[in-house]
């Protein structure tokens, strides 16, 4: 059974940052291309950040330069550190697994966590 659980999600103020983590199980997550989505209230998913399983790093262009993705392929974890956050950061974050085998597409996805910025 996968899981992808996020955690590090809270309230923090404007210029603050977190560190949200994404342990993945069931899957080989060395393999996997990873990335961590947020939605916020009446808007749709989009991508911040992801990397794939060679370490190549791609960022949403409103968080390059305050947002760093990373992986420990030992640990089956996903990071996400946040620095100068802003109130527009304030989503749902979800961490996503996803692989291509053949014609086959196979995504995870975690519960997610709750990021809020706010004063």
């Known amino acids: 059974q996968v899981q992808l659980v996020e955690s590090g999600g809270g309230l923090v103020q404007p210029g603050g940052s977190l560190r949200l983590s994404c342990a993945a199980s069931g899957i080989i997550f060395r393999v996997y291309a990873v990335g961590w989505y947020r939605q916020a209230p009446g808007k749709q998913r989009e991508l911040v950040a992801a990397?794939?399983?060679?370490?190549?790093?791609d960022y949403a262009d409103s968080v390059k330069a305050r947002f760093t993705i990373s992986r420990d392929n030992v640990e089956n974890t996903l990071y996400l550190q946040m620095n100068s956050l802003k109130p527009e950061d304030t989503a749902v974050y979800y961490c996503n697994a996803h692989r291509v085998i053949g014609r086959t597409s196979y995504d995870y996805w975690g519960q997610g966590t709750q990021v809020t910025v706010s004063s």
């Open positions: 990397i794939t399983s060679g370490d190549s790093a």
